[in-house]
């Protein structure tokens, strides 16, 4: 079937510090593959997205890139900001009918002065 | 802000009773989801719709049902709550140009005693 599996939460770190929230899918075939964000209070946005195997999304600082090789999409950022205090989802895209997404369980990510 | 409200915002319900969660788009945009957010589990789709009156079952459907008379309005009904039904709602629209990017809205508290 189709899956995304996140790392664990929560995630903790101080302000500037790199940040690397690992994804891995399952999928049949090549889906595109996102990452949505929640800010306390809020719906889910789009952050960032790849469409095919090695493209590299962008957003706010945040990268990920699609890897074929390893089904894995995990999101980076060199230097976190208070702000980035949110909870990540890691998602990807199955066409039954309409196109639908399936979600990993959240990375809630907590970033301190 | 892609124009979409969700209603009420709150709800304490007890179990048994009838209720129904209104999403409202003022974008015009021919696809709309429900789903729901649980800890541990992500989001997951309950029900979409692919135009007026025509609407499908998601992930977790059972127990909810669905209507859709107007483009604007997706209406999400638990005919009996269930305590295991206690969750956020979340509603998003996609576009038919770009299904793949669904945009959400505010969400639904719902708690069921």
């Known amino acids: 079937g189709n899956s995304v599996t996140q790392m664990e939460g929560p995630v903790t770190l101080s302000e500037e510090a790199f940040l690397t929230i690992n994804c891995t899918y399952t999928?049949?075939?090549?889906?595109?593959l996102f990452w949505y964000v929640q800010y306390p209070g809020e719906g889910l946005q789009l952050l960032l997205k790849?469409?095919?195997?090695?493209d590299k999304g962008s957003n706010k600082g945040f990268e990920a890139t699609y890897r074929k090789e390893t089904t894995s999409f995990h999101l980076e950022k060199g230097s976190v900001q208070v702000s980035d205090s949110a909870v990540y989802f890691c998602?990807?895209?199955?066409?039954?009918?309409?196109?639908?997404?399936?979600f990993g369980q959240g990375t809630r990510l907590t970033i301190n002065p | 802000d892609a124009g979409i409200t969700q209603s009420p915002r709150h709800k304490v319900t007890e179990t048994g009773t009838p209720v129904t969660l209104r999403c409202h788009q003022t974008?015009?945009?021919?696809?709309m989801y429900w789903y729901r957010q649980d800890p541990g589990h992500g989001l997951r789709l309950i029900h979409y719709?692919?135009?007026?009156?025509?609407?499908d079952k998601g992930e977790v459907s059972d127990g909810y049902s669905v209507s859709r008379s107007k483009t604007e309005d997706f209406l999400l009904t638990l005919e009996s709550a269930t305590s295991s039904q206690t969750s956020v709602y979340f509603c998003?629209?996609?576009?038919?140009?770009?299904?793949?990017?669904?945009?959400f809205g505010p969400g639904t508290r719902l708690l069921v005693l």
């Open positions: 998003a629209i996609s576009e038919t140009g770009d299904q793949e990017t669904q945009y």
């Open positions: 999928a049949t075939g090549y889906p595109s």
């Open positions: 790849a469409t095919k195997a090695d």
């Open positions: 998602a990807l895209i199955i066409i039954q009918g309409a196109q639908k997404l399936v």
């Open positions: 974008e015009n945009h021919r696809y």
């Open positions: 719709s692919y135009g007026v009156k025509d609407t």
